[in-house]
Structures are given as structure tokens and as C-alpha cells.
């Protein structure tokens, strides 16, 4: 029994530590390198547009930055694209380019603990929903008049989502690969790191909940777009590749389940955040169609 019992806490405590380091290594993340100044240039040529920096310091203290691109015949929309985690602004400038040539105006941020931008932690939403509004509220200075929407991949889609519950002013919103909640996704990712059986994962995932908590005050339970996206008005297109083993599709679906305002586009044989290599085409024409029927000029 002494033997047993011995084995019990060893396992408990491995357990614990091994839900601490996980949950560290999800709340701090590599900035990566910052993004070229060449590549906003080089985006500006491409679109002739023109860019600036784009600053703001959130309540926190972080200082966040960014570009701003201007199109050269500007439609009175602006778009904020966020890019997902371990990327930077760099990563959505496809996106951006496709965009401008629409005469879409577009702010380019780097996602908080990201690039260039500050900040001790990503929180998965939590804090990154209020960076979304203070980022609108930056762009709608700017430009005052501008119908503003939203496009995100992969962790910048489900922030997008989750900003949902406080920023009401998004005409429409794309989401590419967005998580369901933080949760459910932990538990994808316990398992596909460590292989784990399924009767492990739920106890390591809610101790890593709880350290996380504890240690730096962060519900992440509280990181869902699920219960954004039950309430809000705004016109949501979600897009998930059917062969997706980062995030499965089946976040996506569970999403698009909670609200008939969303529309679920699902890329046959696309991976992670692809969909947009696999169809370019169809990408672009199923975003700004989105958007104009969104809000007609």
C-alpha cells in the first residue's frame, strides 16, 4: 500500500508539472522575427498603395504595432487582418494584397507577445478581444468613415470571434480555421504532442487551467468563441479545410451550428490556414463577396 501510495503522488506530481510546462509553453510563445519593412514596401508597389506604422499601447501597457496600407482608389472599407500564433503581420500579406486591390484599406497588427508587438503573455482572446477594439477604434480615427470588417487565420480568427461579444461595428467577419474554444483545442494539442489516451487529457488540461489561473490570473476557460459567437448580429464566414489536423474542421462545424448568420465554406483537401493556396480564386471571391453583401456600398 506505502509502494502504491508512493506511486500515486509521483504520478500526481508528474502529472502537475507536466500540466505547468504545457500550459507555459502555450502563454509564451517565440516573438519570431519582426516583420520586413522590404515586404511592406514590396506590398505597396504591388498594390500601388501607399503604408505607414501603425502604434497603439493597450490598457495593460502593451505597446502593439503595425502597418496601415492605403489603396490608391479606396472603396470606404477597411479591414484589420490578424494572423495566428507564432506568425507575424508578414504571414497575412496575401491576404492584404487581394484586399488592397479591391481598394479595401488595410491595418496589418502584430498580434500581442507577436513580432514587434509587446506584451508578457497571449491569452487566446482573452486580452487579444480588447486589443481588437482598441485597434478599430485606432482605424476609425483614421479613416471615420469607413465600413470596417474583419479577417483572421487560425488564432487571429477565433480572437476575431471572440472580440464579437464586445465590438459591435464589424460590417461582416471572416474566419479561417478558427478554434471552437481554447479548451477543446488544449485538448488537441495535449494529445497530439504527447500521445496521450483520452482519459488523461481532461486532468491535465484543467490542472494546466488552474496554474494558469493561479500564476498569472487568466481564466482561459473564458477564451471561446462558442459563446461569442451564440449572440452576435454580425454576418460570420467561417473557412476550414476538410483535411486539417491542426485545428479539425469539426470546430469550425460546431461553430456554424450555434448561429444561422454564420456560412461554413469547408476547402476540400486543404491543411491548416491552406485554403487559400489550394483556391485562390475561390478564397478571394468568397471574402469580398462576404463583404459586399455585408455592406453594399
Known amino acids: 500500500m506505502r509502494r502504491l501510495l508512493e506511486l500515486a503522488i509521483a504520478i500526481l506530481a508528474g502529472v502537475g508539472i507536466l500540466s505547468a510546462v504545457l500550459a507555459e509553453n502555450a502563454l509564451h510563445v517565440p516573438h519570431g522575427p519582426h516583420a520586413d519593412p ?99 477604434d ?67 488540461v484543467g490542472l494546466g487551467f488552474v496554474y494558469a489561473d493561479i500564476r498569472y490570473g487568466l481564466d482561459l476557460r473564458r477564451a471561446s468563441p462558442e459563446d461569442a459567437i451564440r449572440a452576435t448580429r454580425v454576418p460570420v464566414l467561417l473557412i476550414h479545410g476538410t483535411a486539417d489536423s491542426n485545428i479539425p474542421i469539426r470546430h469550425s462545424r460546431e461553430i456554424h451550428a450555434l448561429n444561422p448568420a454564420t456560412r461554413l465554406w469547408e476547402v476540400p483537401g486543404a491543411t491548416h490556414v491552406a485554403s487559400f493556396a489550394a483556391e485562390p480564386g475561390a478564397y478571394r471571391q468568397h471574402v469580398l463577396d462576404w463583404f459586399a453583401q455585408a455592406s453594399p456600398p
Open 38 to 136: 522590404l515586404t511592406a514596401r514590396y506590398l505597396a508597389k504591388a498594390t500601388h498603395s501607399s503604408w505607414e506604422p501603425a502604434e497603439v499601447t493597450a490598457k495593460d501597457g502593451a505597446v502593439l504595432r503595425g502597418w496601415l496600407f492605403h489603396p490608391t482608389r479606396p472603396n470606404h472599407g477597411a479591414v484589420l487582418v490578424l494572423h495566428g500564433v507564432g506568425d507575424s503581420r508578414e504571414g497575412m500579406s496575401a491576404q492584404a494584397q487581394f484586399l488592397l486591390d479591391a481598394g479595401y484599406t488595410v491595418l496589418l497588427p502584430d498580434s500581442r507577445g507577436h513580432g514587434e508587438s509587446r506584451g508578457s503573455i497571449i491569452s487566446y482572446g482573452i486580452l487579444e478581444a480588447r486589443d481588437v477594439r482598441l485597434w478599430n
Open 138 to 204: 485606432w482605424l476609425l480615427a483614421r479613416t471615420p468613415d469607413a465600413r470596417l470588417f474583419g479577417l483572421g487565420a487560425s488564432m487571429g480568427a477565433s480572437v476575431l470571434l471572440e472580440s464579437l461579444a464586445i465590438e459591435h461595428r464589424f460590417r461582416a467577419v471572416v474566419a479561417d480555421c478558427p478554434f471552437a474554444t481554447f479548451h477543446e483545442i488544449a485538448l488537441d494539442r495535449v494529445h497530439q504532442h504527447t500521445g496521450l489516451p483520452e482519459f488523461a487529457l481532461e486532468p491535465m
